[in-house]
């Protein structure tokens, strides 16, 4: 009997953005060797450093003078006593295995790629059902239930930059694709898919400076839907439209 009554009750909410940006950067042009690599990963101020050539593509060949690749698998563990904000949960549990290269090809050509597995756990979620919670707030669904959310996310990603005399040309694509779901009334079921894709250009000006400009495509989609198992429940689901607004209908 259970099996047909989790379909009585159901509510859905679907989510979708096409945004572009143009970022135009000025850095210093130095390929970096090995000891500065590894100076990098063990230091704040060199990984501050290295985020000005991997912001877009348009300069990523000057990001090192080496090629390299990496395996990462890791556990991350947060925990807070009093939840900052109710719609993000009181912490998580992740385990994560991934890949990254980037690898020159030659003196004019570059490529790198990445592709990751998360496995998370966020806990005690209340007013929200959906995932991205910052980039799509205020209109999500939620209700004052919460619960703990477990999620999938798989990530791919991967890029070339080729030089051309003092220019350097660029590009780049990256998707994610996440599921999340919850096993107890209201039971969400969130997908969400996620594409960027960018592309730049940048021109030497003198010996030790380049500038650079990067646009970027954003596609994104989110579908939420949240079912009862039990239909004798006083559990609201309300969807929230900002401002405090709310469609009571959906209630």
């Not at 039971?187 to 969400?192: E, G, M, N, S």
């Not at 009862?228 to 959906?250: C, D, H, Q, W």
Request: hydrophobic share 35%; with cysteine; proline share 3%.
């Amino acid at each position: 009997m259970k099996h047909y009554l989790k379909f009585l009750i159901t509510s859905v909410i679907s989510v979708s953005n096409l945004a572009w940006t143009v970022s135009p950067t000025v850095h210093a042009e130095s390929p970096q060797s090995l000891l500065d690599h590894v100076y990098d990963v063990e230091s704040p101020l060199g990984k501050t450093t290295r985020s000005y050539y991997t912001y877009g593509p348009a300069s990523m060949a000057c990001m090192d003078s080496i090629s390299i690749s990496n395996c990462t698998l890791s556990f991350d563990h947060t925990s807070q006593a009093h939840p900052t904000m109710a719609q993000t949960g009181s912490g998580h549990t992740d385990y994560l295995l991934g890949v990254n290269s980037y690898y020159k090809l030659g003196l004019k050509s570059t490529v790198w790629g990445e592709a990751d597995y998360t496995k998370r756990l966020i806990r005690d979620i209340s007013f929200n059902n959906c995932l991205d919670y910052e980039f799509i707030a205020p209109y999500c669904m939620g209700d004052d239930t919460g619960g703990d959310i477990s999620t999938q996310r798989y990530r791919f990603g991967g890029g070339w930059n080729g030089t051309f005399g003092k220019w350097m040309f660029g590009i780049e694509g990256k998707y994610r694709a996440e599921i999340g779901y919850r096993s107890h009334d209201p039971r969400v079921r969130d997908i969400v898919s996620d594409l960027d894709i960018a592309i730049g250009v940048s021109r030497r000006v003198n010996s030790g400076h380049r500038v650079a400009i990067n646009f970027g495509v954003k596609v994104y989609n989110q579908n939420c839907d949240v079912e009862f198992l039990n239909e004798a429940n006083s559990i609201s689901t309300l969807v929230y439209s900002g401002m405090g607004e709310y469609f009571k209908r959906f209630t």
